[in-house]
C-alpha cells in the first residue's frame, strides 16, 4: 500500500502565496508522474499540475505562470507552490501520484486526503 500524506493548505488574502507537499510512503517499485488536483464546491475535481520522474511538468491553463510544481524523486516528495492566488483558486487541492506496485509492476493511482486552500478577496 502507498499512503500520501499532504500538508501546507490554509487561508490566504488574494496575491498571497501557499506552499503544497505531499510525501509518499510504502511498499512499491517506482513514482511515475505526481500531480495537483482540485476541486471545488459544486465542481468536478480537475488538474492542476502534474509532473513525470523525469522532471517534466504541465499546468492547467487557469495556473499557468502563478503555479510552480517540483518533485524529489529520492524523498518521494512533491511540492506546489502557489503564487498571485485568486479567490477562483480556493478548493480542496489532492495529492496524486501513479505508483507502479513491487511485485507485478502494474499501475495504481493514489490519492492524498485533501487539503484546503481559501482565497480571500
Known amino acids: 500500500q502507498v499512503q500520501l500524506v499532504e500538508s501546507g493548505g490554509g487561508s490566504v488574502q488574494a496575491g498571497g502565496s501557499l506552499r503544497l507537499s505531499c510525501a509518499a510512503s510504502?511498499?512499491?517499485?517506482?513514482?511515475?508522474?505526481m500531480g495537483w488536483y482540485r476541486q471545488a464546491p459544486g465542481k468536478q475535481r480537475e488538474l492542476v499540475a502534474i509532473i513525470t520522474s523525469g522532471s517534466s511538468s504541465n499546468y492547467a491553463d487557469s495556473v499557468e505562470g502563478r503555479f510552480t510544481i517540483s518533485r524529489d524523486n529520492a524523498r518521494n516528495t512533491v511540492w506546489l507552490q502557489m503564487s498571485s492566488l485568486k479567490p477562483e483558486d480556493t478548493a480542496v487541492y489532492y495529492c496524486n501520484a501513479r505508483v507502479q506496485d513491487a511485485l507485478l509492476r502494474r499501475l495504481n493511482d493514489y490519492w492524498g486526503q485533501g487539503t484546503q486552500v481559501t482565497v480571500s478577496s
Open positions: 510504502g511498499i512499491f517499485f517506482s513514482i511515475n508522474a
